[in-house]
Nanobody, 124 residues
Framework: VQLQASGGGTVQVGDSLRLSCAASGRTRSIGGMAWFRQASGKEREIVSSISWIGGTANYEASAEGRFTISRDKDKNTVYLQMNNLRPEDTAVYYC??????????????????WGQGTQVTVSS
C-alpha cells in the first residue's frame, strides 16, 4: 500500500486544519489506518486510529475532543480534522496503514505502510 499525505501548514493557535491521506495499491489489504506525529526531538506517537471496516476510532488523550479521524472507503482516504490547535500540536504528521482490523487501539508495530509526512506548525 502506498500512502500520500497532504494538508499540513502553518496556522495560529485555535485554528483548524484537515489532513488527508490517500491510499493506493493493495488497498483491499487495509484493516485500519492511523495518524502519527513526531515533534522535533521527540519520539513518534500515535494520534488517532480508525478501523477500516467498522470505523471505530481511537484517540490519544490530548487529541480527544479536538481531533476527528474519518475514512472514505470509496476514495481509500483517511482524514484527520484538527480543531483548536495548540503549539504542542506542532509536528510532522504521518499516516500509516495496517493489515489488522481491530476495534481496539492500534500500536505502532501494527503498521507496515507509511506516508511521507506533512508538517503542521502552530504558532502562538
Amino acid at each position: 500500500v502506498q500512502l500520500q499525505a497532504s494538508g499540513g501548514g502553518t496556522v495560529q493557535v485555535g485554528d483548524s486544519l484537515r489532513l488527508s491521506c490517500a491510499a493506493s495499491g493493495r488497498t483491499r489489504s487495509i484493516g485500519g489506518m492511523a495518524w502519527f506525529r513526531q515533534a522535533s526531538g521527540k519520539e513518534r506517537e500515535i494520534v488517532s486510529s480508525i478501523s477500516w471496516i467498522g470505523g471505530t476510532a481511537n484517540y490519544e488523550a490530548s487529541a480527544e475532543g479536538r481531533f476527528t479521524i474519518s475514512r472514505d472507503k470509496d476514495k481509500n482516504t483517511v482524514y484527520l480534522q484538527m480543531n483548536n490547535l495548540r503549539p504542542e500540536d506542532t509536528a510532522v504528521y504521518y499516516c500509516a496503514a495496517s493489515n489488522l482490523n481491530t476495534e481496539y487501539s492500534y500500536v505502532e508495530t501494527d503498521f507496515g505502510s507509511w506516508g511521507q509526512g506533512t508538517q503542521v506548525t502552530v504558532s502562538s
